[in-house]
C-alpha cells in the first residue's frame, strides 16, 4: 500500500485530538468537536447556559425540549482531505419526552491499494460513523441525560464496531446565568475488532465543566476539565527530548483544562474564543506552536436560521473552517412546538 494509507491507518488508532498519547483507544473521532460553538471554545464543552440544538452530542444532559424540531448540519473540512461532519435532530415526544437524533461521520477519503509488488490492486476508501440517539429528563434544577452510541469503523478489509453509553448531569442555577455539568463518555462495549489479535480499548471519558456570566458583563466564560479518568496525560521520550522540555506538576495538570469564553454582542450574535492546553503542547512543532490550541469564531441568528463559523487551529501549517447551520423547523414550517 502506499505511504498515506500508514498514515491515515495511524490517525484512526490515534486520534488526532490527543496526539502523542494516543494509540491505544480506538474510536478516537468521538472527541472531535461535536459543532462550531464547541470548537471555537476549546473543543471540550459539557456544560452551557444557553440552548443548543446540537450540545447532546457533547452531554446528553444539555438536551432540552426548548428545542423541539431543530436541525443542525455541521461540517470540517480537516487536513489532507479528510472530512468530519455531523447531523443532528432534536423533537419532543408526547409518551418519550425530548429526544434527539444525531449522525457523525469521519471520511478520511479514497486511497489508492498494492500487492507486495507494487501492483494496483483497486482503490479503497476509509472512514468511521457514530448513529446516536439521546434522551434528557429534568427534576428542579438538575438535568439527566443519556446518550445511545452504535459506532462503525472501517479501513480496506478491516472494521469494528462498539456500542456506547454517555451519561451526563447538569445543575442549572434557577436565577443565576451558571450551570455546571458532568459526562461520563462512551461506556461500552466492542463488538468486534480490527483482527483477532487487535487489543483496542475503549475511549471512555470522565469530564467535569462550568460556564457562567456574571452580572453586568458581556462576556460569557466555560471551564471543562477532562481525561480525568487518567492520571497523567502529558508525553515525554527522554531519548527523543532534552530533560528541559519534560513536563512539569503544572504543565500536566493544565493540560486536563479546556477554556472557552463569550463575547455576547446581542442576542443575536457573539464572539468566541477558546484555549485548550493539550492541544497546544502535542500538536507544536519542535521549534514552533504557531497557533495550535487557540480558535476562535462566532455566531449569527438570521430569523429562523442560526449559523456559526470557527476557525480551528490543530497546527502550525494554520487552522480549518468549522461551520454550523442549525434551522428552528416550528418557524420555518409555521408549525406549533408539542407540548
Given at each position: 500500500?502506499?505511504?498515506?494509507?500508514?498514515?491515515?491507518?495511524?490517525?484512526?488508532?490515534?486520534?488526532?485530538?490527543?496526539?502523542?498519547?494516543?494509540?491505544?483507544?480506538?474510536f478516537?473521532?468521538?472527541?472531535?468537536?461535536?459543532?462550531?460553538?464547541?470548537?471555537?471554545?476549546?473543543?471540550v464543552?459539557?456544560?452551557?447556559?444557553e440552548?443548543?440544538?446540537?450540545?447532546?452530542?457533547?452531554?446528553?444532559?444539555?438536551?432540552?425540549?426548548e428545542?423541539?424540531?431543530?436541525?443542525?448540519?455541521?461540517?470540517?473540512?480537516?487536513?489532507?482531505?479528510?472530512?468530519?461532519s455531523?447531523?443532528?435532530?432534536?423533537?419532543?415526544?408526547?409518551?418519550?419526552?425530548?429526544?434527539?437524533?444525531?449522525?457523525?461521520?469521519?471520511?478520511?477519503?479514497?486511497?489508492?491499494?498494492?500487492?507486495?509488488?507494487?501492483?494496483?490492486?483497486?482503490?479503497?476508501?476509509?472512514?468511521?460513523?457514530?448513529?446516536?440517539?439521546?434522551?434528557?429528563?429534568?427534576?428542579g434544577?438538575?438535568?439527566?441525560?443519556v446518550?445511545?452510541?452504535?459506532?462503525?469503523?472501517?479501513?480496506?478489509?478491516?472494521?469494528?464496531?462498539?456500542?456506547?453509553?454517555?451519561?451526563?448531569?447538569?445543575?442549572?442555577?434557577p436565577?443565576?446565568?451558571?450551570?455546571?455539568?458532568?459526562?461520563m463518555?462512551?461506556?461500552?462495549?466492542?463488538?468486534?475488532?480490527?483482527?483477532?489479535?487487535?487489543?483496542?480499548?475503549?475511549?471512555?471519558?470522565?469530564?467535569?465543566?462550568?460556564?457562567?456570566?456574571?452580572?453586568?458583563?458581556?462576556?460569557?466564560f466555560?471551564?471543562?476539565?477532562?481525561?480525568?479518568?487518567?492520571?497523567?496525560?502529558?508525553?515525554?521520550?527522554?531519548?527523543?527530548?532534552n530533560?528541559?522540555?519534560?513536563?512539569?506538576?503544572?504543565?500536566?495538570?493544565?493540560?486536563?483544562?479546556?477554556?472557552?469564553?463569550?463575547?455576547?454582542?446581542?442576542?443575536?450574535?457573539?464572539?468566541?474564543?477558546?484555549?485548550?492546553?493539550?492541544?497546544?503542547?502535542?500538536?507544536?512543532?519542535?521549534?514552533?506552536?504557531?497557533?495550535?490550541?487557540?480558535?476562535?469564531?462566532?455566531?449569527?441568528r438570521?430569523?429562523?436560521?442560526?449559523?456559526?463559523?470557527?476557525?480551528?487551529?490543530?497546527?502550525?501549517?494554520?487552522?480549518?473552517?468549522?461551520?454550523?447551520?442549525?434551522?428552528?423547523?416550528?418557524?420555518?414550517l409555521?408549525?406549533?412546538?408539542?407540548?
Amino acid at each position: 500500500m502506499k505511504k498515506s494509507v500508514f498514515i491515515i491507518f495511524l490517525l484512526i488508532n490515534t486520534g488526532f485530538l490527543y496526539a502523542q498519547i494516543g494509540g491505544k483507544r480506538v474510536f478516537e473521532f468521538l472527541n472531535m468537536p461535536v459543532n462550531a460553538r464547541t470548537a471555537a471554545l476549546g473543543g471540550v464543552v459539557v456544560s452551557a447556559t444557553e440552548n443548543d440544538a446540537t450540545m447532546f452530542l457533547s452531554n446528553p444532559a444539555l438536551l432540552d425540549s426548548e428545542n423541539h424540531n431543530y436541525l443542525s448540519v455541521s461540517y470540517l473540512g480537516f487536513y489532507a482531505d479528510i472530512q468530519y461532519s455531523s447531523f443532528t435532530y432534536t423533537r419532543k415526544f408526547t409518551k418519550f419526552g425530548i429526544m434527539g437524533f444525531g449522525v457523525q461521520r469521519m471520511s478520511y477519503g479514497e486511497f489508492e491499494s498494492y500487492d507486495a509488488s507494487g501492483n494496483s490492486v483497486g482503490k479503497f476508501d476509509a472512514g468511521e460513523t457514530a448513529v446516536t440517539v439521546s434522551n434528557s429528563h429534568k427534576v428542579g434544577p438538575f438535568s439527566m441525560g443519556v446518550n445511545l452510541k452504535f459506532v462503525q469503523s472501517s479501513i480496506y478489509t478491516y472494521s469494528a464496531s462498539g456500542l456506547f453509553l454517555d451519561l451526563g448531569g447538569l445543575y442549572r442555577h434557577p436565577e443565576k446565568e451558571l450551570t455546571i455539568g458532568l459526562n461520563m463518555k462512551s461506556l461500552g462495549v466492542l463488538l468486534s475488532d480490527y483482527t483477532d489479535s487487535s487489543n483496542g480499548t475503549l475511549p471512555f471519558d470522565v469530564q467535569a465543566g462550568i460556564t457562567f456570566k456574571p452580572e453586568h458583563m458581556p462576556f460569557r466564560f466555560t471551564f471543562t476539565a477532562y481525561n480525568l479518568n487518567r492520571d497523567n496525560v502529558a508525553y515525554f521520550d527522554e531519548n527523543l527530548s532534552n530533560e528541559d522540555d519534560k513536563p512539569g506538576q503544572v504543565d500536566k495538570i493544565f493540560r486536563h483544562i479546556n477554556i472557552g469564553t463569550e463575547l455576547i454582542l446581542g442576542k443575536n450574535f457573539n464572539i468566541r474564543l477558546g484555549y485548550n492546553h493539550l492541544l497546544r503542547k502535542e500538536l507544536r512543532l519542535t521549534n514552533t506552536s504557531g497557533g495550535a490550541g487557540f480558535n476562535f469564531g462566532f455566531m449569527v441568528r438570521i430569523k429562523a436560521f442560526e449559523l456559526a463559523y470557527t476557525n480551528a487551529t490543530y497546527h502550525a501549517s494554520g487552522g480549518r473552517s468549522f461551520l454550523t447551520i442549525t434551522s428552528n423547523l416550528n418557524r420555518v414550517l409555521k408549525k406549533k412546538t408539542i407540548e
